[in-house]
Structures are given as C-alpha cells and as structure tokens.
C-alpha cells in the first residue's frame, strides 16, 4: 500500500514538466494558480449545489429552471473567474516564494498564506485603480464606482477566503515537501 503522503505529494512531482516549472517560485505559482482554479470550482458546486436545495425545498418549478439553466450558467462562471484569479493568483504565489527564503520551517503553510493574501489585496487594488476609469467611460460617479469595487472585493473576500485560504496553505504545504522529497 502506498503512503497518504506520498499520493499527496505526487502531483507536485511533475510540474518540473511545465516551461520553469522546476524552479522553485515559478512552480509555486503554477500551484497556487492550480489552486485558484480548484477553489473556483469547489466555489460554484457549493452554490450549485445550495441553488437545487432551495429550489427542492420551495415546491415550484424552480429546480427545472436551475436543472436546465445551471449547468451552463455555472461552468461559465467557473471559467470566468478562473480566467481572472488564476494569473493573479500565479503572480502572487511567485512574489510569496520570492519573499519567503527556502530554509523558512512552515515556508510553503507561508507561502500559500502569503499568496493568497496578496491576491486578495491585488484584486482590490485593481478594483479601485479601475473603478475611475470605468466611471469616466460609463459617466457613473467616480466616488460611487470606487466604493463599488471595494464593496465586490470585500464581499468576495468574505464569502472565498474560508476555504481559499486553507486551499493555499494546504497546496504551499504539499508543494514545499513536495521539493525536499
């Protein structure tokens, strides 16, 4: 029988395949990146899944429409938001490794903590760089459009950081044994 820790660490093995993926920072991106990926999805089957039982529960015609407008409405969430968390999230896991130094005991629990961190911050620091702009191209009021933002990304932050930063702890932890193995 072959050990948990070893089923564990064996995805990780293998990111030396991707281009730099062998260096240690670039490789802690493409986790984290991967890892983004994985919490968006567990993200939307939770809510898919909290859709079908409210619609199970109010007797209406509700749980055909979500069975029938779901599946598309959801993995195209999926891929949307992927498509945007995923590069911050590779950005963020290279500056974290960069931060902390190999010989660091719990680096990877840091790094995934860090990274995690910092895209959040990045997020909501793009939302407000962009909200001016988006308020001057649209003639909605600059004041507005920045609280807007700031409001999506605190949301946001509430609603993913419960399992987005364990999510990012955990892989960092996984990685970072994963290199001295």
């Known amino acids: 029988m072959v050990p948990l ?3 564990a660490l064996s995805p990780f093995k293998h990111l030396n395949r991707l281009p730099r993926g062998g260096d240690r920072d670039i490789g802690a991106g493409y986790v984290m990146a991967i890892t983004a990926v994985g919490v968006t999805v567990l993200y939307y089957l939770i809510v898919a899944v909290t859709y079908l039982l409210l619609g199970m529960g109010s007797g209406s015609g509700f749980t055909g429409a979500i069975l029938r407008f779901a599946v598309v409405g959801l993995a195209s969430g999926v891929v949307t938001l992927s498509a945007v968390v995923a590069p911050v999230l590779f950005v963020t896991g290279i500056a974290a490794w960069r931060v902390v130094p190999p010989s660091q005991r719990y ?3 840091i790094g995934g903590l860090l990274a995690m ?3 959040y911050l990045v997020a909501g620091g793009l939302g407000v760089v962009l909200a001016p702009v988006y308020a001057v ?5 600059v004041v507005g459009s920045i609280i807007g933002s700031a409001g999506i990304v ?5 609603v993913t950081s419960w399992m987005a930063i364990p999510a990012g702890v955990l892989t960092g932890t996984l990685y970072e044994r994963s290199l001295d193995d």
Request: hydrophobic residues 40%; charged residues 5%.
């Open 107 to 109: 680096g990877g629990a």
């Open 117 to 119: 961190g910092f895209a």
């Open 154 to 158: 605190f949301g946001a932050f509430l």
């Open 137 to 141: 191209t649209t003639g909605s009021p």
């Open 5 to 7: 820790s070893r089923i």
